[in-house]
């Protein structure tokens, strides 16, 4: 087991009505001025942002508003923010929505403490040294960055889909109310359940150092999501899967699958962000198509830990088998496999290897994923 | 799955030479003096104390001590220790050793801070509103009191063994090297098993709600604790499996495992707090005692998780196989299994009962376990 620290002072508070409790949560910080950040409007078509509303008027917390973050949310918008945030003295961040709300408020969180440009902690340039606070009411369960310290943005000029990760931007307090995740729709139910499964597996199947208990752990979140979203797609209201759905997308990404772990990496993630920077695939959709193919292509690098995968999530210990069968369960829940499913021709996936390329550099795997090794990963795609 | 809150602020600190790092961790949040609480000076057979006041020296952290705390700890050296941060204006708690210490650093933080009587506390007369930080070095790894709120303290006037719990006394950092791990004794290795496997199977018996996700969680800690206590049985340096043995300990009792059920209750405990209490058996061997009898006593109530614990620990479907299997395990472990073996006798049945009915009063569960029913489970042991 290799040394680690552990560290995750975010709050979550669970369940049933607990969105109107979210000025309350604020006010206990001695917050009074809120930067309030959601999507495209679905919030006001359910009685969502009037009950945040009422909740922060309640607790006499002012608010201003930055709406219409997208999904693969982009820097143009964080950088809005950075500008309301300054310029109104705003003392925390509000994300109402989902992951990518979430990731939104935490790059506006840090670049509102910052003098030069928030992108210079995405390329590494800078380190994230104070934030300000940020709250979280969640939407949908996926990236788990309603309980870690991560945040995935866009950069619209250049395409680059980079990350920052920071326990001073882990949310406050986030309010995981499984009810207000009842309209999300079977389509990205599924490339949340894929989005979940694939955080779980990076790690587990890369590690040169990976304990027992962290696999087990991983085969529960994994088990817990596969048997979850079978019934919430035959039954969009069972309240229960639905929250325990939520509760395993947070175990998924919180540090506790990587903690003692040595060697993970999260080469799925990698070559992903090309798809989403370069087609504006959903993420969990464009990980469905790269899992198979990568697991297709990696497999006999760790076959012991590919044919307990198989084992304890499919019942056979034949590594081929359990590749096989997520890839059909990946179908069977709607996500597709194939770039040809998300619309990418042949003769892209080389521009897509050279922008994973790119995120491999930067992530220190330049050299292992070559533009030439993931086309030959995609090319099983 | 049922409404809750999720808060552990915990810092862990994992892994080889960690615990010369103790004085920055303090140093980091601005403390100059704090109190070192250890027990019977085995820290000081090894290097552990010498390594503990290099570092609290290199990060000119000035200190006093409390020695001498017991396993199965008393209020009166909690009192001592209260006396002596209120008279030396100690700033944190620092706990050198196991859970003993850590629990009565714990209680110590809390009455620095009081000015009643510390009992008060325990006893539910006052609710814990401030307390000093505390730090904690671990040398055993079982409690899970370096990653949560809870201490418990024997009352040596009353006899009454009482707890607390409450986030403000969880340790701000904790060290956890498995290495200092390797002194302790085969037979105390086997009863922290014991009180990790017990502090999981509470709940999961007795919960009217009980998610699986919660259920997977709860076995792959029990395989593990039961994987890894063999192996050091075995081999008391295989650091790997020392390692899984106490971050498993960790994940056992600091609010993952319960986090949304309901209806739970810790009946086991409540009822070797009086084996504790009354004739001073250790913790983990009066629980190896205690469960079994418990187990055959309760099975007819919830038997679905009866025949769900058999089949995902030791593969049989038998409810009545499961709970002979881990009595099993527990002696060939070298716990004792049976009132006799901790030489409790037939004729002191009845005032363990009464102690421990006092405890059930106490937690709200007097009315169930009334002293007839302790005695019926009691005389199962």
């Not at 994230?128 to 309603?146: D, K």
């Not at 991560?150 to 250049?158: P, S």
């Not at 986030?174 to 079977?186: D, G, H, Q, R, Y």
């Not at 919430?232 to 998924?252: H, S, V």
């Amino acid at each position: 087991m290799n040394n680690f620290t552990y560290y995750n002072p975010t709050k979550i508070e669970f369940g049933k009505e607990k969105q109107n409790k979210i000025g309350e949560y604020i006010e206990q910080s001695g917050i009074k001025k809120v930067l309030l950040v959601y999507g495209g409007g679905s919030i006001k078509r359910s009685t969502l942002y009037d009950d945040i509303v009422a909740s922060l008027n309640k607790n006499s917390i002012e608010f201003i508003e930055l709406s219409g973050v997208v999904s693969n949310p982009l820097l143009s918008k964080t950088n809005e923010g950075i500008t309301l945030a300054k310029e109104n003295n705003i003392e925390a961040i509000l994300a109402v929505g989902g992951g990518s709300v979430a990731d939104s408020a935490k790059a506006i969180a840090a670049g509102a403490k910052y003098d030069g440009d928030v992108w210079d902690f995405f390329i590494q340039k800078a380190q994230i040294t104070e934030a300000l606070p940020v709250f979280t009411v969640m939407t949908l369960s996926a990236t788990a960055s309603e309980m870690n310290g991560n945040a995935v943005i866009i950069n619209d000029e250049t395409k680059q889909k980079y990350s920052i990760a920071s326990v001073l931007v882990n949310p406050k307090v986030s309010v995981i109310n499984p009810e207000l995740m009842a309209t999300v729709s079977k389509e990205y139910l599924a490339y949340s359940a894929v989005d979940i499964i694939s955080h779980c597996i990076e790690v587990y199947f890369t590690a040169t150092t990976q304990p027992h208990f962290n696999s087990r752990i991983v085969e529960s979140i994994i088990k817990t999501v596969m048997e979850t979203t079978e019934i919430l797609l035959e039954n969009p209201n069972d309240y229960d899967a639905r929250a325990e759905f939520a509760w395993a997308a947070i175990q998924g990404l919180n540090g506790l699958t990587p903690a003692g772990t040595a060697g993970g990496s999260f080469p799925n993630h990698m070559i992903e962000h090309s798809l989403s920077a370069l087609y504006n695939v959903a993420h969990g959709a464009g990980l469905a198509v790269v899992i198979p193919a990568w697991m297709k292509w990696y497999k006999e690098q760790n076959i012991a830990q590919f044919k307990r995968f198989s084992q304890e999530i499919f019942g056979s210990d034949d590594a081929d088998i359990g590749i096989e069968k997520l890839e059909e369960w990946f179908s069977k829940i709607g996500a597709p496999t194939t770039l040809k499913e998300v619309n990418i021709p042949r003769d892209g996936i080389e521009a897509l290897a050279i922008n994973a390329n790119g995120t491999a550099t930067m992530w220190g795997m330049g050299e292992y994923y070559s533009v030439e090794t993931i086309i030959e990963i995609l090319e099983r795609a």
